[in-house]
């Protein structure tokens, strides 16, 4: 199958920091690229899908200023944890579709500590 | 209701035995289904995808689709320990691409 390579697999950092995280495809052009949050047994919440060259369509209750995504190729896509609290702190799968929209695959996960 | 119904578990069988996950849907308009396997703290990772009905096999694992029932099924035969992991189901429709999700499965195999 496709490859989605995702870093870092993990980041503590301090409260009050951003944290970017990265979202690569590496054999395959992905047009639409999702990310998710994931917490401790429990199932994926989606966050935001992002679209080649456009802004990011955000799920309800999720704060865009907080969570920056930008999509800025087709093998490409950025999430940026502005001002980092604890309650940030997650694991964090971005997912990407190839052109034809059918299978979807996933990066490694990113756990983020906040302390 | 959820769109997407899948029990959570956690789901116990010995070693060989054929495993049976599940998930029900309630929108008709759903054609793509997947079966993502899980490890704990790592990213998921499709096992198989199917477009409308029908069965698919690869390996030790067949997933089958009825759209009449809205009910999908992945088996696992002559399981392994190393198959414990959390199952999730997800599909979406043809014109929408964003995937609605189970809760997920968490299997265990016992040796």
């Known amino acids: 199958g496709a490859v989605v390579s995702q870093h870092p697999s993990w980041v503590i950092c301090k409260s009050g920091t951003s944290v970017k995280i990265e979202c690569r495809s590496l054999?395959?052009?992905?047009?639409?690229m999702f990310w998710y949050r994931q917490f401790p047994k429990q199932s994926l919440m989606l966050m935001a899908t992002?679209?080649?060259?456009?802004?990011?369509?955000?799920e309800q209750g999720v704060e865009k200023d907080k969570f920056l995504i930008n999509h800025a190729s087709l093998t490409l896509s950025t999430l940026t944890v502005t001002s980092a609290h604890p309650e940030d702190s997650s694991f964090y799968i971005c997912?990407?579709?190839?052109?034809?929209?059918?299978?979807?695959?996933f990066g490694q996960g990113t756990r983020l500590t906040v302390v | 209701q959820k769109e997407v119904e899948q029990d959570p578990g956690p789901l116990s069988v010995p070693e060989g035995a054929i495993v049976s996950l599940n998930c029900t849907y309630s929108?008709?308009?759903?054609?793509?289904f997947m079966w993502y396997r899980q490890y704990s703290r790592k990213g998921p990772e499709l096992l198989m995808y199917?477009?409308s009905s029908g069965n698919k096999e690869d390996g030790r694992f067949t997933a089958q689709v009825d759209k009449s029932s809205k009910y999908i099924s992945l088996f696992i035969r002559d399981s392994q320990p190393s198959d414990s992991a959390t199952y999730l189901c997800?599909?979406?429709?043809?014109?929408?691409?964003?995937?609605?999700w189970g809760a997920g499965t968490k299997l265990i195999i016992k040796p």
């Open positions: 929108n008709s308009a759903f054609q793509y």
């Open positions: 997800a599909m979406s429709a043809v014109s929408n691409y964003q995937l609605i």
């Open positions: 992002s679209n080649e060259g456009s802004k990011a369509t955000y």
């Open positions: 997912s990407a579709r190839t052109v034809l929209n059918t299978e979807a695959f």
């Open positions: 199917t477009y």
């Open positions: 054999d395959f052009q992905a047009t639409t």
